[in-house]
């Protein structure tokens, strides 16, 4: 009867010992699904990151989505050194690549002066060589940040912390194009600011720095291996 019971408690332990074996295997499973997941998922954060730089889209942040043939030419003019003319053809080909979408083409108007930029013939925008020239104001984004990615479904939303600097305009690091939102002085580094600075300071006080001024929101939606951009805000 003893050996009998020895017999029992020994069958119940070592089912104990092979269920407490399945329930750490399982939950190490998910938590390793999990770690895959978040990894994959901070992939494409840096790939959505690549494909704002790539594709110019820094210039939403001066003339958002309601100008995109001035986004478009502002590609063109900066990857491609065509500032004087770009073709319909080229411009729908961007806004397709990018955002699948076209736009009912106009003249475009300056931003500081509201005079025409470009002329629209109906086949290409040409530079207008008589607008009148005048200092600019804006600074350049010298460094972007992943601030956070989600996804759900086939839509990721990206957010990034910008930083702006040109010290032909202000003194200020800044986090949009206006230099409206200060972050901190250029004369931290002396007479002459290097970017490379900039950036290692900003990235040694990012926490204090993340949740000032600006942050860019992009909402980006998956076709078979592509993406394109859905919608866009400053928040």
């Not at 999990?34 to 730089?53: I, R, T």
């Not at 397709?96 to 005079?115: P, Y």
């Not at 600019?136 to 990615?149: F, H, L």
Request: aromatic share 14%.
């Amino acid at each position: 009867m003893k050996k009998f019971k020895w017999l029992v408690l020994g069958v119940l332990l070592v089912l104990f010992c092979v269920g407490c074996y399945i329930i750490y295997e399982n939950n190490t499973k998910k938590d390793s699904s999990k770690d895959d997941a978040l990894d994959n998922l901070n992939n494409v954060a840096l790939e959505l990151q690549s494909f704002v730089s790539d594709n110019s889209l820094d210039s939403l942040d001066l003339y958002g989505m309601d100008n995109l043939d001035r986004v478009a030419i502002n590609y063109y003019c900066f990857k491609e050194d065509k500032c004087d003319t770009v073709s319909k053809d080229e411009v729908d080909d961007y806004l397709n690549k990018v955002f699948k979408m076209t736009s009912k083409h106009t003249d475009i108007l300056c931003r500081v002066d509201n005079e025409v930029l470009y002329k629209f013939d109906g086949e290409n925008f040409i530079y207008n060589e008589d607008h009148p020239g005048h200092d600019g104001d804006n600074a350049t984004s010298i460094y972007s940040k992943v601030y956070s990615i989600s996804q759900s479904g086939d839509k990721y939303v990206l957010v990034l912390n910008k930083i702006y600097y040109s010290p032909l305009s202000s003194d200020y690091i800044t986090s949009d194009p206006q230099n409206n939102n200060k972050l901190f002085e250029d004369s931290l580094f002396g007479d002459e600011a290097s970017n490379e600075e900039i950036i290692d300071y900003y990235n040694e006080h990012y926490d204090e720095f993340k949740n000032k001024g600006n942050k860019y929101k992009y909402t980006f939606e998956k076709n078979g291996d592509s993406f394109y951009l859905k919608d866009y805000k400053v928040i």
